[in-house]
């Protein structure tokens, strides 16, 4: 039974963006699924793993947006995507480590990011997107 779902009001209209916030609400209801089966620790280990890929990958594209299109608060919201990879890292050690009550933790964290970081500062880059394509539309 899904603990997140996909709204209209995180639609970005970036395509790219929206599947890969897309997979990370696959990621947390997956954890959540296993953590109302009792599985919750047999999983966590390979959704963090997954999480590490997913920031490198997911942060490369929204920051090469962000350049593209001259967002101005770019060294602000890159500085907010190092903190999340460092999280995701630490989460990952810790789970390495065999620290306890670990898969509540990964799935508090991934809620906060859903809520705090693709609704307010994801939005704001896509607000700047569309609101300066025309500007990059005549440099092409």
Sequence with gaps: ???A???QEYITGEKIIDMQHQYLFSLINELHDAMIEGKGQEIVG????????YTVEHFATEEELMLQYEYPNYLSHKEKHDALKEQVLTLQEKWKNKEEF??????????DWLIHHI????????????NNSYKYQKRS
């Design 46 to 53: 390979k959704i963090l793993d997954q999480l590490v890929l």
């Design 119 to 130: 609704k307010g500062e994801d939005l704001n880059v896509i607000s700047h997107i569309k």
């Design 102 to 111: 670990l898969t509540v933790k990964v799935s508090q964290f991934l809620t």
């Design 1 to 3: 039974m899904p603990i």
């Design 5 to 7: 779902f996909w709204r």
